[in-house]
């Protein structure tokens, strides 16, 4: 039997797929009595936590089995931001029941030093999954580094071998860890019944964390999107915006998105991050969507408060769906 407040939250999801259609299909995005609807705030940190709820749950089916799930976590230096993002990483753990592994190196850590860590962490069986921090300080190969992982246990499914899985197979399940910021964004979506079959969308930035490698997944046949790469090298970028359905900004360029570049309607993804001093000279997160953006969405993630979380709950998600399929479930 569903409880009320599932009822609620499956009733709004079906509300904003209808809006979303409508939208699609060229009408007006008004309401019965001609008001303009607000956009829906696409919430990450409420998907995020009822993703690390069900989590907790398969967790304490894993242990009741002798089975616990552990998360490794490799930092080179001490880069104020890295240091924050593990520490947050680890509290994620304690919250579902995860194991935490961590391996703290110096900034002056060599190659070597930071390849044996690497194969310590491939050989521990407490060790489900793990995650090198990056970025690595000058002189040590990031790529080496990278390929030096157990793709098994890759748990931001970065690897080259698993990305070569998302190549390959475009039909039926992956058996491999995902990319955590493009598996994220499209949990997000999913949860707010935004169905992306044969919607345009634009994607900003090819970096390998979310540019290149959500275009893999929004084209597998199950998600069935049309994807436009833009970046450095697009003539009009403005142009592919106000075509798109769908906008995905990952750039790092603080407000880049202008309320001239959105088509009324569209669905807006922030993952861009960037610092600017406010007026006071206090650092803040700046996305690369210009709020202004919002009066003319049907829907966006904040940021923060959007992706970030999202990233966070799908490195979660995939330690512990190793560990399933090692425990054969």
Known sequence: MLTA???VRRAGARALARRYRTIRQGTSFHGN???FLMAMILDGKAVAARVKADLAERVRVLRARGIVPGLGTVLVGSDPGSVKYVAGKHRDCEEVGIASIRHDLPADATQRELLDVIAELNADPACTGYIVQLPLPGGIDQNAVIDA????????????YNLGELVLHTRGALTTPLPCTPNGVL?????YGIDLDGSEVCVLGRGITIGRTIGLMLTRADVNATVTLCHTGTKDVAAHMREADVIIAAVGSAGFVKPDDVKPGAVLVDVGVSR?????GRMRIHGDIDHGCYDVAGAYTPNPGGVGPMT????LRNVVEVAERAAGE
């Open 187 to 191: 949990t997000l979506l999913d949860h």
């Open 5 to 7: 407040v599932t009822r």
């Open 149 to 160: 992982i157990d793709p098994a246990k890759d748990a931001d499914g970065m690897h080259p």
């Open 312 to 315: 966070r709950a799908m490195l």
């Open 276 to 280: 600017v001093a406010d007026e006071s």
């Open 33 to 35: 009595e001609g008001v």
